[in-house]
């Protein structure tokens, strides 16, 4: 009886034990990192933005968002109308870089997503296919996203047969990755995060970014008075190349 | 007689408690893969990149679940001992850290050469690994003989 209380004690805590860690584990690496402010944090945009990136508004605006996002991450997905709509409202002040950020295995139609934009691109309608596959999210996450994505491309009067072919080209695929590296390089915790003018910003609602593109803007005016759209002014600006 | 029990009673534990690390490291490793998350880690930042590859899974079944069963056997084979005080679960668990050590080592090799970035969690789970078969040769090397020697 001793002994057999003995066991009982040692595996009961045991049990109890690994429950309670892996019950820990769960809520602390389950808080998603990717949520609507998960990524406040302080990070600087360690790759400087070129003219050959996506680029919404004018090229040259002093203020430049940068945006890190995921075809199928539902917080890329609810942010999206409120940066779009910010591109709206200021399209001489503010330009949006979309840089891709695939969670590949979390979202495994993610990758094909990101590369059908790029293939959109290709054929210069890189910010219509960006819209259209965020709006019609709930129609590709399950099914067979490369076909959608194609039949998208028809109904955006793209050439689906040279569509076709790029979205599963190298080079499509290369430039998804070479945005995952810089976002890897700069240190992302989580999609979507948002840059502005190289900082990074800690929500990504339609009033917080207008809060900070508000904000900045007075700061640029009360800087250089009356030269209001000059190309920006920080450090990994390089409008070259 | 006494002292020698004494020490695999050491033994069991620092098994345990390595193991345990090595298993939490696997289970948040494991949550994220789940959940979908991104890994927050270092400025290298390399973590998803590792854990978004494709050779995060083994013919389909995903790596960081299957390092959390082999700590778990580490850490049953270890309590087996500390409950019933029979030497050959702990030999058993020494010998079978190499397991840890091989699937490691390859982990190891492909962060470095394959992918190219590295994941600080995998990582630490690969370094309980080493751990864990360093204690286990050390083990089989004072006690392993014996079975033969009795």
Redesign the interface.
């Known amino acids: 009886m001793n002994a057999q209380n003995?066991?009982a004690i040692?595996?009961g805590s045991?049990i109890l034990?690994?429950i309670g860690?892996?019950v820990l584990?769960?809520m602390?690496?389950?808080?998603?990192?990717?949520n609507g402010n998960g990524s406040e944090g302080t990070a600087e945009l360690v790759d400087p933005v070129s003219l050959d990136e996506h680029i919404k508004g004018n090229p040259l605006a002093p203020i430049t968002i940068v945006e890190y996002s995921d075809f199928q991450c539902s917080f890329c997905e609810r942010a999206y109308p409120g940066i779009k709509q910010i591109a709206e409202e200021y399209p001489d002040d503010v330009r949006i870089i979309y840089r891709h950020f695939p969670?590949?295995?979390?979202?495994p139609q993610a990758q094909i997503a990101a590369q059908a934009t790029e293939a959109a691109a290709l054929q210069g309608k890189f910010w219509e296919m960006h819209d259209a596959i965020f709006n019609t999210s709930d129609q590709w996450s399950n099914a067979s996203a490369k076909n959608f994505f194609i039949q998208l491309a028809g109904s955006l009067g793209l050439d689906t047969e040279q569509f076709e072919k790029d979205i599963t080209s190298s080079a499509v695929v290369d430039a998804v990755n070479e945005d995952?590296?810089t976002?890897?390089?700069?240190?992302?915790?989580?999609?979507p995060t948002l840059f502005l003018n190289s900082k990074q910003m800690s929500g990504n609602s339609y009033a917080s970014i207008k809060a900070a593109v508000d904000t900045k803007l007075d700061e640029l005016r009360s800087k250089n008075g009356d030269e209001p759209t000059e190309p920006a002014e920080h450090d990994n600006e390089e409008s070259e190349e | 007689m006494k002292k020698a029990k004494n020490n695999h009673v050491v033994f069991a534990i620092l098994f345990l408690v390595i193991a345990l690390i090595g298993f939490g490291d696997a289970t948040y490793l494991t949550v994220k893969h789940f959940q979908g998350g991104s890994i927050i880690c270092g400025t290298s930042g390399g973590c998803d990149i590792v854990t978004t590859s494709e050779y995060a899974k083994i013919l389909g079944v995903p790596v960081a679940p299957l390092g959390m069963v082999y700590y778990l056997s580490v850490i049953v084979l270890s309590v087996l001992y500390l409950d019933k005080r029979k030497k050959t679960s702990l030999k058993l668990l020494s010998k079978f850290t190499v397991v840890g050590l091989l699937a490691s080592s390859y982990f190891v090799y492909l962060q470095l050469f394959v992918i190219g970035e590295i994941c600080y969690y995998c990582m630490g789970s690969a370094a309980s690994s080493t751990l864990l078969f360093l204690i286990g040769m050390v083990f089989l090397k004072k006690h392993g003989r014996q079975k033969w020697i009795v």
């Open positions: 003995r066991s040692i595996w045991v034990g690994i860690l892996v584990l769960a602390v690496g389950g808080e998603p990192s990717s969670l590949r295995q979390a979202h995952l590296r976002g890897a390089r700069t240190g992302l915790t989580g999609t």
